[in-house]
């Protein structure tokens, strides 16, 4: 059986990653298809809209046969580490290609990408640090280096979010000499960052997202955008949790975390930089909200979701000396849901997995997986009782999810 | 002008409280009255109903005239520390006498009492010592000790909760050597602990806060146990706060905090014994309401006020660091409040105050009072946006409270 790997947060699964997994699915020639997915704390410093349980039945219902969490440990990082992290676990669950979604679609752009900036390294790390002396934030830095070595007028255009995304996953497989094949589908219509609805059937999850926090919406108005399976589970969602997870439900535990805190423990949180503490600690007693916080913290400097994956980390008490260094692959793969056909692959596969396979809690050292446990807690913490125990509790004893039937 | 003082927490002030004051004054020939009052976290480890302001205020308008904070190094502490911390204050403050209500009411057998246990010191330690390790709370141990040398023939009830208080006021007094008339005036009808109302006018402050959380139960129902100021102020509070505090208020951040937080990090908190580490963090993710927490971590040797006491020290983040050794002195006066006469007494005393007097919070060094400010911030961070906001400022701009007018 091939398989085919795609990196995915699917908050909500909607109908342009549904395109994406069939085309990845079909350009790879794969029978089946598995996706690592970020847990229920999120690359952009977020809380995702439902649990990983949640999405990852979405992804079942529309077609992914095996899903993998990927640890909060690459998950609320940097692109680069949450590359590292994510293609290490397709890696090791024996997918023979990675498929990603970019603006650009061009597989080679990628490839030469990448052996360009490998071989130019030592002048554009020296571009970078230059430009982030001059207060530019790290992503800026690194797309001004590029520009300033004249190494995007072959055609990737490194200022977009998904090309930026496809180059580290592209980075990774070769600088760790993954045994994956590269394949990437263009994006359609919808850009990643759009917060308006765009087509008749695309929409960027962004844009999805403010729609249903928006006043006045309902559900239903994200239809057209998301595969029926993904309405239904979010309607169930809704009615069984009472609400989809956003910051502001999780800024009264963070404002009373950093008021009750000091400001060496803020220090040993990771991502928190020199110097911050104090506008951080001041910011905290005055905001009333979290959007005013992060207003009140922002600088030139560091981007709003590397504030906002600082803002994830003290909430959930991650620290530099469990961080760091930053690892380069995942230690475990942990299975949150599979397909009839994924379950088949899995049992073929079982003697050649490359990471340890965890589908039961109980049965596994809960050390290795302590972070995703804690972000598994914290998630749950700001529901309401007795929904918080619910969720809480679904980390301990909820099976991997299980689709029954065989999809053809 | 002569002083009394007198140890209160006022949660809320009621009219056997307004007996005491009175009784107090008289009984004292005094002409002002200082009550030393426990801040937002209360001896037996709970968020007081109303802040502390709130409170101050009500014990100025039913008299007092002067109300300064019991620093939370000393009001969340075992009654030991608790009178410790109290009598310094008062002493400090240029009181001539202490004034406590008892059970017993006969100031002679709390002074022969506290000459006794210190003549027999030794033989009662070890007794006391006997007693914990057959598994009894330290309450417990202190009481059967008591009984074992034959002390309690004497008359002193030392299973009354209010003459336990009372003796360690005196042993404060007394081992100290602080300059204060020990005086005691006995309390009218409703036993300390009473749950319900059991006269016309005189209830338990227990009774009333049953009776104020109970369903169906409106404010006016206390309306005969307490003065009317009392009424308007708790009417007036919950308008502007939304409600009374109450530990299952905080529930929702002490179990958030439980589950973010590594065993090695709860063992630094005050009052962790070593040992119930885990049962605390088991309950913790198991428990679905405060009171269903504490019952499943509750032991025979230690209280419930003792574990309670923990558990605030959990909310507020205070280590056995910051607390060990226990302080036998205040190092402060915070001003809460003053009536005219307060003031008057407090321009004539400024020369002589025992400890600095601190009565707005940006004059003095934060560093001292890094406790309280925090306990503060805790406090108000259970209630939702903008009240949250409102109490919490409170903490850095209210000035004392001024009752203005001679009460004569």
Redesign the interface.
């Known amino acids: 059986m091939k398989a085919v790997g795609v990196i995915v947060e699917y908050n909500p699964f909607h109908n342009g990653h549904l395109y994406h997994l069939e085309k990845s699915r079909e350009a790879a020639g794969a029978d089946i298809a598995i996706a690592v997915m970020s847990g229920n704390f999120l690359q952009r410093g977020e809380p995702a809209l439902l649990s990983k349980w949640a999405r990852a039945e979405m992804a079942l219902k529309a077609g992914a046969d095996l899903v993998f969490e990927l640890p909060y440990k690459f998950a609320v990082q940097n692109a680069e580490t949450f590359a590292d992290g994510a293609v290490s676990i397709l890696a090791a669950s024996g997918c023979s290609s990675l498929c990603f979604g970019s603006e650009s679609g061009d597989i080679d752009k990628f490839n030469f990408t990448v052996h360009l900036l490998d071989k130019h390294n030592e002048a554009y790390q020296e571009r970078v640090k230059h430009h982030m002396r001059d207060g530019n934030s790290y992503p800026k830095a690194l797309s001004l280096a590029f520009k300033d070595l004249g190494l995007g007028e072959d055609g990737l255009d490194l200022s977009k979010p998904n090309n930026i995304l496809g180059y580290q996953y592209a980075k990774s497989v070769h600088s760790r000499h993954r045994k994956l094949e590269l394949l990437t589908v263009e994006r359609k219509s919808a850009g990643y960052h759009d917060e308006y609805f765009s087509s008749e059937t695309i929409a960027s999850a962004t844009s999805i997202r403010k729609a249903l926090f928006s006043e006045g919406k309902v559900l239903t108005d994200i239809k057209s955008y998301v595969p029926g399976t993904t309405l239904e589970i979010m309607e169930d969602y809704k009615k069984t949790f009472g609400a989809f997870h956003k910051w502001e439900m999780y800024w009264?535990?963070l404002?009373?975390?950093l008021?009750?805190?000091?400001a060496p423990?803020l220090k040993e949180i990771y991502e928190m930089e020199e110097g911050l503490e104090n506008r951080v600690m001041l910011s905290a007693?005055k905001a009333?909200?979290f959007h005013e916080f992060m207003e009140s913290i922002k600088t030139k400097r560091y981007t709003w979701t590397r504030l906002q994956r600082a803002c994830v980390h003290i909430?959930?008490?991650t620290k530099k000396e469990e961080m760091l260094p930053q690892p380069k692959s995942a230690s475990y793969l942990r299975l949150l849901g599979m397909s009839e056909e994924g379950r088949i692959y899995l049992n073929r596969q079982k003697g050649s997995l490359g990471l340890p396979l965890i589908s039961k809690l109980s049965s596994s050292p809960e050390e290795a997986l302590r972070q995703d446990i804690?972000a598994a807690?914290?998630y749950a913490?700001a529901l309401p009782?007795?929904q918080?125990?619910k969720l809480?509790e679904m980390e301990?004893t909820q099976p991997p999810i299980y689709l029954k039937g065989s999809r053809a």
Chains 1, 2 share one sequence.
């Open positions: 009264p535990f404002k009373y975390r008021l009750q805190m000091s423990e007693i009333g909200t909430l959930t008490n804690r807690r914290i913490s009782h007795p918080r125990q809480l301990y």
